[in-house]
């Protein structure tokens, strides 16, 4: 049964927007039309962030290597962005340095680097980070002592952003469309189109969580946000015109700090194919990725197979001679699918990351697919996106308000000072009180009243994390989550430790009981979904 019912005047209602999709993307096209007014309905088949925008490298750069392909515009969107989450989500989006260090092999030299590095200082003029500055071999190593010293020619240092838990930008993003009166639903899997001759009329879509309960909402206009999934669905509706999407998968690998491991990001050339490679700080330990390789399997139950792994290993004890990682070193994988425009060949890294809002007229009338973008661009999309609604629906363009407004955890004149008096005044240890203005920044207020109400909800229930009580009644009753693996992997984050939330699955299904009503059957069924659910990462833990 759902925490948070459907509403029963659904299909009475008929909605200005329908978005299939509660990813990065979905999520703010639902943020940016309902705050410009629209009635706006949100549907996902999983739970926010489910998907592609959760296996990413976590970064939100300006995509330096884009460059090399003359998507100057990209680059330029990308960094104007970046530095916007700066400022409107600062304890999700926090600046990162890099060093690429550069190698007799590699097919980028010095002179090449060099002027990449102009031009992203250049292309990113109103930055707050500082500029590139470049280093000598003797450098290189007096500050990267880890680094291959065969071939090595120096190094370049710069700045770029991350985002650690790109869950939380997600869920950010729907709960601020929801405060804006957009309906945001859960487990609800688009079945069909509604259509009247060649317009859609509006979605047909299942209950994942009653029954497969039944449904048919009405919209003019319904933005397909499904990410790989874009053609499964305009396929499965029989509405498909000509592919669209072209996904590649990227997997990474996480271990802890090891020997060699730098003290900031580094990103450097693979050996095997020259595709950038990253090695990133990252949850107290390292993301180290990725690949780029064209996939057409299950896009439901994605893995990181050994041929990738291996490869991923090569390369970082390649760059880090003294890391000598194994696969024994690693305590899970992760995999996602980038939803990349359909190109027959060529090269993967070549294939754009721009994005592309695809309207079906003539041959589908109120129908729109996104296809591509990434990560970082993902509020330019979204205004974007809407622009194209207004005019779909001919109605006088409402001006977009995202580009200054706060996220909901970074909604305060003074981010730096709040996070000091949080932490004097929340009489909460210092572990805990870093991690709730890390994960809910301001919102860290809401779980405290939550505290005041049941001193026990205080009690930490993930020794690893510090974790408490209060943050799985906050996911559950504010945060829309609806099963153990929302809080764990997509609210509290503890399923993003090397345990994946083995333990705590058991602690959160008790607290359930407790708060929430569920009987033994319900809690044991919850803790095995999730048990099977964190399979897909191949946790060194037994699950």
Same mark, same amino acid.
């Given at each position: 049964?759902?925490?948070?019912?459907?509403?029963?005047?659904?299909e009475?209602f008929?909605?200005?927007?329908i978005?299939?999709?509660?990813?990065?993307n979905g999520t703010?096209?639902a943020?940016?039309?309902?705050?410009r007014g629209?009635?706006?309905?949100?549907?996902?088949?999983e739970?926010?962030?489910?998907g592609?925008?959760?296996?990413s490298s976590?970064?939100?750069h300006?995509?330096?290597?884009?460059?090399?392909?003359y998507e100057?515009?990209?680059?330029?969107e990308s960094?104007r962005?970046?530095?916007?989450?700066?400022?409107?989500?600062?304890?999700?989006?926090k600046?990162?340095?890099?060093?690429?260090?550069?190698f007799?092999?590699?097919?980028?030299?010095?002179?090449?680097?060099?002027?990449g590095?102009?031009?992203?200082d250049i292309?990113s003029f109103?930055k707050s980070v500082?500029f590139?500055?470049?280093m000598?071999h003797?450098?290189?190593?007096?500050e990267?002592?880890g680094?291959n010293?065969?071939?090595l020619?120096?190094?370049?240092l710069?700045y770029?952003g991350?985002?650690?838990?790109?869950e939380?930008?997600c869920?950010?993003n729907?709960?601020s469309a929801?405060?804006?009166?957009a309906?945001?639903?859960?487990?609800?899997?688009?079945?069909?189109f509604?259509?009247s001759?060649?317009?859609?009329?509006g979605v047909?879509f299942s209950?994942?969580?009653d029954?497969?309960?039944?449904y048919?909402?009405k919209?003019?206009?319904?933005?397909?946000?499904?990410?790989?999934?874009v053609?499964t669905?305009?396929?499965?509706?029989k509405h498909?015109?000509?592919?669209?999407?072209g996904?590649?998968?990227g997997?990474?690998?996480?271990?802890?700090?090891?020997?060699?491991s730098?003290?900031?990001?580094?990103?450097f050339?693979s050996?095997a194919d020259?595709r950038?490679?990253?090695?990133?700080?990252?949850n107290?330990?390292?993301?180290?990725g990725?690949?780029?390789?064209r996939?057409?399997?299950?896009l439901?139950y994605?893995?990181?197979?050994d041929?990738?792994?291996?490869?991923?290993l090569?390369?970082?004890n390649?760059?880090?001679?003294?890391?000598?990682?194994t696969?024994?070193?690693?305590?899970y994988t992760?995999?996602?699918?980038r939803?990349l425009?359909?190109?027959?060949?060529?090269?993967?890294a070549?294939i754009t990351?721009r994005?592309?809002?695809?309207?079906?007229?003539?041959?589908?009338q109120g129908?729109?697919?996104?296809i591509?973008?990434?990560?970082?661009?993902? *509020?330019a999309? /979204?205004?974007? %996106?809407?622009?194209?609604?207004?005019? &779909?629906l001919? +109605?006088? !363009?409402?001006? @977009?308000?995202?580009?200054?407004?706060p996220?909901p955890?970074?909604?305060v004149?003074?981010?730096?000072?709040?996070r000091?008096?949080f932490?004097?005044k929340?009489?909460l240890?210092s572990?805990?009180a870093?991690?709730l203005?890390?994960?809910y920044?301001?919102?860290?207020?809401e779980?405290?009243?939550?505290i005041?109400?049941d001193a026990?909800l205080?009690?930490c229930f993930?020794?690893?994390?510090?974790?408490?009580?209060?943050?799985?009644?906050?996911?559950f009753?504010?945060e829309?989550?609806e099963?153990?693996?929302?809080?764990l992997?997509?609210?509290?984050m503890?399923?993003?430790?090397?345990?994946m939330?083995i333990?705590?699955?058991?602690?959160?299904?008790?607290i359930?009981?407790?708060?929430?009503?569920?009987?033994?059957? *319900?809690a044991? /069924?919850e803790v %095995?979904?999730h048990?099977?659910?964190? &399979?897909r990462? +191949?946790? !060194?833990?037994? @699950?």
């Amino acid at each position: 049964m759902r925490l948070r019912p459907i509403p029963s005047y659904i299909e009475d209602f008929s909605y200005d927007l329908i978005i299939i999709g509660g990813g990065i993307n979905g999520t703010a096209i639902a943020r940016d039309a309902a705050m410009r007014g629209l009635n706006v309905l949100l549907l996902e088949k999983e739970d926010l962030c489910a998907g592609t925008s959760a296996w990413s490298s976590r970064l939100m750069h300006g995509g330096l290597r884009y460059l090399e392909y003359y998507e100057i515009d990209l680059v330029r969107e990308s960094l104007r962005e970046r530095e916007r989450l700066f400022w409107t989500a600062p304890h999700l989006v926090k600046p990162l340095p890099f060093v690429i260090p550069f190698f007799r092999h590699n097919k980028r030299g010095p002179l090449l680097i060099r002027l990449g590095m102009i031009g992203y200082d250049i292309l990113s003029f109103d930055k707050s980070v500082p500029f590139h500055t470049m280093m000598s071999h003797k450098k290189a190593l007096e500050e990267y002592p880890g680094l291959n010293q065969l071939g090595l020619k120096g190094a370049a240092l710069y700045y770029d952003g991350q985002v650690e838990l790109a869950e939380r930008m997600c869920i950010e993003n729907a709960l601020s469309a929801h405060e804006n009166g957009a309906t945001i639903l859960t487990y609800a899997r688009v079945d069909d189109f509604i259509m009247s001759g060649d317009t859609v009329q509006g979605v047909k879509f299942s209950d994942l969580l009653d029954d497969e309960r039944t449904y048919q909402v009405k919209s003019p206009v319904v933005i397909n946000v499904s990410g790989p999934w874009v053609d499964t669905l305009l396929r499965g509706t029989k509405h498909a015109t000509r592919q669209l999407m072209g996904g590649t998968k990227g997997s990474h690998i996480i271990v802890d700090p090891f020997h060699g491991s730098p003290k900031s990001a580094i990103y450097f050339e693979s050996v095997a194919d020259g595709r950038p490679m990253f090695i990133i700080p990252w949850n107290k330990r390292y993301l180290i990725g990725c690949t780029d390789i064209r996939y057409d399997d299950d896009l439901d139950y994605i893995v990181a197979n050994d041929e990738e792994i291996a490869y991923i290993l090569h390369e970082v004890n390649g760059v880090i001679p003294e890391a000598k990682l194994t696969t024994g070193d690693i305590h899970y994988t992760h995999s996602g699918i980038r939803p990349l425009p359909h190109t027959a060949d060529g090269s993967t890294a070549s294939i754009t990351r721009r994005h592309i809002v695809y309207d079906h007229a003539p041959d589908v009338q109120g129908l729109f697919s996104i296809i591509g973008g990434k990560l970082t661009t993902f *509020r330019a999309l /979204a205004e974007h %996106a809407v622009d194209a609604v207004f005019r &779909k629906l001919k +109605r006088k !363009k409402v001006k @977009c308000g995202t580009f200054h407004m706060p996220f909901p955890g970074a909604n305060v004149l003074d981010f730096i000072a709040f996070r000091t008096e949080f932490k004097q005044k929340s009489d909460l240890p210092s572990e805990t009180a870093e991690r709730l203005l890390d994960i809910y920044g301001v919102r860290s207020l809401e779980i405290l009243k939550i505290i005041e109400g049941d001193a026990d909800l205080k009690t930490c229930f993930s020794p690893n994390t510090g974790a408490i009580k209060a943050e799985v009644i906050f996911a559950f009753k504010h945060e829309m989550a609806e099963r153990i693996s929302d809080v764990l992997m997509r609210r509290t984050m503890i399923g993003l430790e090397p345990n994946m939330g083995i333990g705590e699955d058991e602690e959160t299904a008790k607290i359930g009981q407790v708060y929430f009503g569920w009987d033994d059957e *319900r809690a044991k /069924a919850e803790v %095995a979904y999730h048990r099977e659910y964190i &399979k897909r990462f +191949r946790p !060194k833990i037994q @699950c």
